[in-house]
Structures are given as structure tokens and as C-alpha cells.
């Protein structure tokens, strides 16, 4: 009886506690700095949309890129270990010899992130996506020191779990003799023809395993995914972290089925990756051309392996970028035809058709979506009332707020809690309370205990955050 008493009056203690961070929450949702105290203290789960390469900071990229004596092309700021033929190239060395070290250093973080951007010189979606092939040359090698830069950034922001979309799989698999199966898939695509595309994609897998597709999973989830997790001891009792393979949409059809054959025997076979995704702008030419037959793709390797869960970047357009009629299905294509567990950005939700349904059968089956308030500000120039959060919100689908890139776009999980409380002001302290927890919830971990601990973390980071309420 006295152990009964005790946790009734923990858990009135804690509601009180509760109840007066909520007012505390009210009283300061105007006010930026106040915010950002508040939610920099505040635990904040995990981040499940994240992109390895794109949330490394550009000073270290940089800093090992001018230790390494990289080749910069000074028109475009691309590096390169070693120097092409054509093109304006010079060593760093010689840049720091001739006094121009400093003016370049200026350059390269305009380029590679969105350091001083001024809206005017350069279109911000462009930027965005070219930043990436200018910095990964350098990046090669220091996956390690990315990872215990992000785990250490990670745990000072009392984000205790990271999703990272950390590479692509090599793969050397020679599909030369297979590409009359890109005509054949497209035009069975053009024709909306599933079954005659499962068919083709059958004798594709079949091909792909008798090509050793398993042992290149195998591969890199031994000697790459799990040496660098294992070595740096990234998990530990204040944090967590599992990966995601991912494809890169803009690939013909046969290789991007390749790949992403060894991405799911990848996530299938390994206890650390929690799963597959799709990545590279949406509104590319071929991305919008062969994007109902990836999703068909998706589906087909999931009925494969159907324990592998996959995330999608899906409806990360706006009004302009593409034609109008291009808004209205790559949500629900990657809803109702590849079966995604969670949907990235979702941006375009208002355009797609019907999309009260669409919200309802989402809501209904827990797909949650992933919301990057300052990636679809910077990228598409999407907020406030004309993102789509609140549609989300009132129809009750499973909401993780996440960074996508926070080096490029030069953000943390704070501010993106910052800008959700002072834009949607019916967003109440238990919204965001319940939105922390669904991050862990809806998380890819395979583990269930791991899970378990990491939600039993939540409620005494909870309870400790809350019990220092009210403020004098």
C-alpha cells in the first residue's frame, strides 16, 4: 500500500510538473530566445530524417579537405584528391602560398552550405543539391570522425537517437547485358502493367543474386557499418544511433533495382540498419519520369523481405517547381503503391487528390510523416500557413519533427522546435511532447528493447526537465 501511495504521488508530482512547463511554454511562445532556451533544455528523442553527409558541418569538411591538400576548382568549389584535366584546379597549398587561402575558405561555405545566402544570387534548391557533390569527395575516410561529431552534437542538444541516411552501397555488380530492361520496364510503366513489371523485375532479382547481390550487403555491413559502430562505441547509455541505406532516384531503372536490392539484403541481415529510403531532388527529370515504377520497385523488394522498413521522400515540391498536375500523387504513390512505413517532407500534400482520404488512410495505418520546417522553407520556400503541418495535425497522422541536412542548412533540432512553436500556435507543450516521443515511437529500431530503454530514457529526461519549472 505505501508503494502504491508513493507512485500516485510521483505521478501527481510529475503532472504538476508538467502542467507548469506548459504554462512557462505559453507565457514565452513569442518570443524567439526565450524559445530557444526552453527548447534547447528540453529532450528531444530522435531525429529519423537525416542525412549523414548533409549534417556534418562544412568547417570540418573543409579543415580535412586543406589537411589532405585537396584539388578546389575555384569557379565551381568543387574538391577533388585528384586533379582532372580540365578546369580551373589548384592545391590548397598553393591557395595558402599565394594569400588566398581566406577568400576561398569564404567561398567554399557559400557553396557548401547556406552560409550568408541572400535569396538573390543563386536559386536555393539548386544550391542545395549541388552542395553535396562538391564536399563528399572529402568526406571519404572520415566517416568516423562525422559520426562522434554528430553523437557528440547530438548529446549537448539532448537528442538522444539518430536515424542517419549514411551512404550509398558499393556495388561493382556488371548489369550491361540487363539494360534493354529499362525500355521494356518503362513502357510497362507508361502502361501502369504491375504485374508485367513484377514479372520483368523477378527474372532482374533472380539475375542479381546469381551476381553475388548478397555479398556486397554483407560486405558493407560487416566491414563498414558495423567496424565504425562498434569501434567508436556510438551507442551508449545517453545515446543511440541505427542507419538507413538509400537509392538515388535519378538512376535508370536496372541499376536503381540493383541497388536497391542490396540495400534491402542490407537492412534484412543487419541488427544496425533499420532501413531503406530514396533520395535526390524529387522534380528531376528522370526522378519524375520513373517515379511510379520505383515505387512499384519499393513494394516489389518488400514482398522479398517484408520485415525491411523504408521511409520515402515523397511530395517535396511546391507549386512552381513542377507542373501542377505533377502535385497530385507521389504522396499517395508512395502510400498505396510502395507501402511506406514513413513519409519524408510531404510538402505537397494540399495539391495531391483527394487528400482528406489519403490523411485519414495514413492516420488510420501510423505512417508517420517526417516535418523539416527550415529544409522546406530553404529548399521550396514553404511555411507558416502554406505548410502543410497543420492538415497533418488535424487529422491526426503520427507527426516526428527531424533536420534533414542540419550542416547545409546550418540549423539544429532546436530551432525547428523554435519555429513549430511560434508559427502554429495551437501546437500546445503535450503536442510537442507527444511529437518528441513519436520519434522514438515510429523509429525504425528492431530491437524492441532498445526502444523500451529509449522511451523509459524519455520519461526521466521528461521528469527532470519539467521538475525545473517554474522559472524565477
Request: proline share 3%; hydrophobic share 40%; glycine share 4%.
Amino acid at each position: 500500500m505505501k508503494i502504491y501511495f508513493a507512485l500516485l504521488f510521483s505521478a501527481i508530482l510529475n503532472l504538476g510538473y508538467a502542467q507548469t512547463a506548459n504554462t512557462y511554454f505559453e507565457k514565452i511562445r513569442n518570443n524567439e530566445a526565450e524559445l530557444t532556451a526552453f527548447f534547447s533544455q528540453m529532450p528531444k528523442g530522435g531525429d529519423l530524417h537525416h542525412h549523414y553527409s548533409g549534417s556534418i558541418y562544412a568547417e570540418p569538411i573543409l579543415e580535412d579537405a586543406i589537411n589532405e591538400d585537396f584539388y578546389l576548382n575555384t569557379a565551381t568549389m568543387q574538391v577533388l584528391k585528384e586533379k582532372p584535366l580540365d578546369g580551373n584546379w589548384e592545391l590548397f597549398s598553393t591557395l595558402k602560398s599565394q594569400g588566398k587561402l581566406a577568400y576561398y575558405k569564404q567561398q567554399i561555405m557559400e557553396k557548401w552550405s547556406v552560409k550568408d545566402y541572400n535569396n538573390v544570387d543563386y536559386p536555393s534548391d539548386k544550391l542545395f543539391f549541388e552542395s553535396f557533390d562538391k564536399f563528399s569527395p572529402a568526406i571519404v575516410g572520415h566517416f568516423g570522425e562525422g559520426l562522434l561529431e554528430l553523437k557528440n552534437r547530438a548529446i549537448k542538444e539532448n537528442v538522444s537517437y539518430i536515424e542517419t541516411q549514411l551512404s550509398t552501397i558499393p556495388s561493382t555488380i556488371n548489369v550491361d547485358e540487363l539494360t534493354d530492361y529499362n525500355q521494356k520496364l518503362r513502357q510497362l510503366a507508361v502502361n501502369k502493367d504491375e504485374d508485367g513489371i513484377n514479372q520483368l523485375l523477378d527474372s532482374l532479382y533472380s539475375t542479381l543474386l546469381q551476381k553475388g547481390a548478397p555479398s556486397y550487403a554483407e560486405d558493407f555491413n560487416t566491414n563498414f557499418v558495423a567496424k565504425l559502430h562498434n569501434n567508436l562505441k556510438i551507442d551508449d547509455a545517453r545515446f543511440t544511433m541505427r542507419y538507413q541505406n538509400f537509392v538515388l532516384r535519378f538512376m535508370e531503372p536496372v541499376d536503381l533495382f540493383k541497388n536497391l536490392v542490396v540495400a534491402f539484403i542490407s537492412a534484412d541481415s543487419s541488427p544496425l540498419i533499420a532501413g531503406v529510403n530514396i533520395v535526390s531532388p524529387e522534380d528531376g527529370e528522370t526522378s519524375m519520369r520513373d517515379y511510379w515504377l520505383q515505387m512499384v520497385m519499393f513494394n516489389y523488394c518488400h514482398s522479398r523481405y517484408p520485415t525491411v522498413k523504408y521511409s520515402m521522400h515523397a511530395g517535396e515540391l511546391t507549386l512552381g517547381l513542377v507542373q501542377p498536375e505533377d502535385l497530385t500523387w507521389h504522396i499517395r504513390d508512395a502510400v498505396y503503391t510502395a507501402g511506406a512505413y514513413r513519409i519524408g517532407h510531404g510538402v505537397d500534400l494540399a495539391y495531391e487528390e483527394n487528400p482528406y482520404e489519403l490523411l485519414r488512410y495514413m492516420a488510420k495505418n501510423s505512417i508517420a510523416i517526417e516535418i523539416n520546417l527550415v529544409s522546406n522553407e530553404f529548399i521550396l520556400k514553404v511555411k507558416e500557413s502554406r505548410h502543410p503541418f497543420s492538415l497533418y495535425k488535424e487529422f491526426g497522422v503520427p507527426i516526428v519533427i527531424s533536420t534533414d541536412d542540419a550542416g547545409i542548412l546550418r540549423t539544429n533540432m532546436t530551432e525547428q522546435y523554435v519555429l513549430l512553436a511560434k508559427r502554429y500556435k495551437n501546437v500546445s507543450y503535450a503536442n510537442i511532447k507527444q511529437y518528441v516521443y513519436n520519434s522514438i515511437y515510429y523509429s525504425f529500431i528492431k530491437d524492441e528493447t532498445v526502444k523500451k530503454q529509449l522511451l523509459e530514457d524519455l520519461d526521466l529526461r521528461f521528469n527532470a526537465f519539467e521538475a525545473n519549472f517554474p522559472i524565477k
